[in-house]
Each structure stands twice: as C-alpha cells, then as structure tokens.
C-alpha cells in the first residue's frame, strides 16, 4: 500500500494530534450523550416506563 501511496503528486502529513482531537471529540459526545440519557431515565415517572406513557391509567392498564 506503501508503494500504491507513493504514486500520488500530493502528499500531506497527517499528525498524531488530528487522531488525538478525534477521539478526544467522540470520547466527549459519548460522555455527553450518557449523562443526558441517564439524567433523563432517573427523573421520569417510572409508572410510565412500565404502564406506558399514558400513566392516567395507574394500575387499571394490566387487567385490561
């Protein structure tokens, strides 16, 4: 592949900082994505996560 490269007119230099930035960026939006996702699911109303969303059902929603 080496050789293949070497057939081009242009070259340019990729250096360890743009793979540093790169990961540094997904490392933070994974972060992100988490803690919102978490800090979400801790304050809704479990009720809706079992019964659905339409919590005005309470209990009624299984035997039905």
Do not use: C
Request: hydrophobic share 45%; no cysteine.
């Amino acid at each position: 592949m080496h050789n293949w490269l070497q057939h081009y007119e242009y070259r340019t230099a990729v250096g360890w900082q743009v793979f540093v930035v790169a990961g540094a960026a997904a490392l933070l939006i994974t972060i992100l994505t988490v803690s919102f996702q978490t800090v979400k699911t801790s304050l809704a109303n479990p009720v809706d996560s079992v019964y659905g969303m339409n919590s005005e059902r309470g209990f009624r929603g299984i035997s039905e």
